[in-house]
């Protein structure tokens, strides 16, 4: 199983971001998916969540309203659109996978990507 994520780089404040997830070696559809980020020094954080179908979305408090997630199953793919950015958003993004339902806990994921930088400068 492959995760691939791209699409990170350096933004100003106030800027938009899409972050791209592409999976491969899994039955995409039969997965949730999810976005973790950890900033240097910090712990990995929940940052969104996208049911299999993508019917179903859930977000961290510190970023509803400016982040939306969602996929496309027929390309294997999820994304994170990221707007409003602000310096507090810089970090590491990880895209996640498991089965079933979403969940905030990162021990509950069975795949990783290897992670795209975001920095947010003010």
């Known amino acids: 199983v492959q995760l691939q994520a791209s699409g990170g780089g350096l933004v100003q404040a106030g800027g938009s971001l899409r972050l791209s997830c592409a999976a491969s070696?899994?039955?995409?559809?039969?997965?949730?998916m999810a976005w973790f980020r950890q900033a240097p020094g910090k712990e990995r954080e929940f940052v969104a969540a996208i049911n299999w179908s993508g019917i179903s979305t859930y977000y961290a408090d510190s970023v509803k309203g400016r982040f939306t997630i969602y996929r496309d199953n027929a390309k294997n793919t999820v994304y994170l659109e990221m707007n409003s950015l602000k310096p507090e958003d810089t970090a590491i993004y990880y895209c996640a996978a498991k089965v079933n339902w979403y969940s905030r806990q990162k021990r509950e994921y069975d795949y990783w990507g290897q992670g795209t930088l975001v920095t947010v400068s003010s």
């Open positions: 070696g899994l039955t995409f559809s039969s997965y949730s």
